[in-house]
């Protein structure tokens, strides 16, 4: 039934600012853009200037592809939102943790660049289990969880001697 995470979703009131932020923080540039004419509402994908009436195009979507699975982290632009949803805000959030190799690095890399925190650096399962959770709100109000887990580490040692 449920096979993996394949993307997951925020969201963002300005995507050039979110994209430059997300950019810098790992290191790679998005690989997809899509756009929408605010005139006519054509849609294209990774073309800024629209076709139909010759205008530029707003940015409403965008996709970073990360990590051993190549897991799509996608930003959606937050007037395409359904009407009363807000996006990934901290009180609605649902938890997605990316496992890091050193949660306390990271953390401090992600607070420097001015997410602030939401959960602090915690180790679950009792002292010396290796499961260590933290989140912090990023500046476009999504949370992001990262996590130490050696059950990830297993399953990527497992798929590597095959």
Known sequence: MLRGV??????ADDLVAAARW???????????????????RA???????CAECD??????????????????????DRRY??????GNTPDG??????HVDDIGATVETLLAMGATEHQPITEQGGAGS???????????????GVMHNP???EMLATRSAR
């Open 6 to 11: 394949c993307t997951v979703g925020f969201s």
């Open 22 to 40: 997300y950019a810098d923080l790992l290191g790679i540039e998005p690989y997809f853009r899509a756009y929408e004419c605010e005139t006519c």
């Open 43 to 49: 849609r294209a994908f990774g073309i800024d200037h």
């Open 55 to 76: 205008t530029a195009m707003r940015l409403g979507y965008l996709e970073f592809r990360l990590g051993d699975d190549q897991t799509e982290l996608g930003f959606t």
């Open 81 to 86: 939102l359904p009407a009363g949803e807000v």
């Open 93 to 98: 959030a649902v938890t997605v943790a990316w």
């Open 130 to 144: 290796g499961f260590v959770t933290a989140s912090v709100v990023d500046p476009f109000g999504n949370v992001l």
């Open 151 to 153: 059950h990830y580490l």
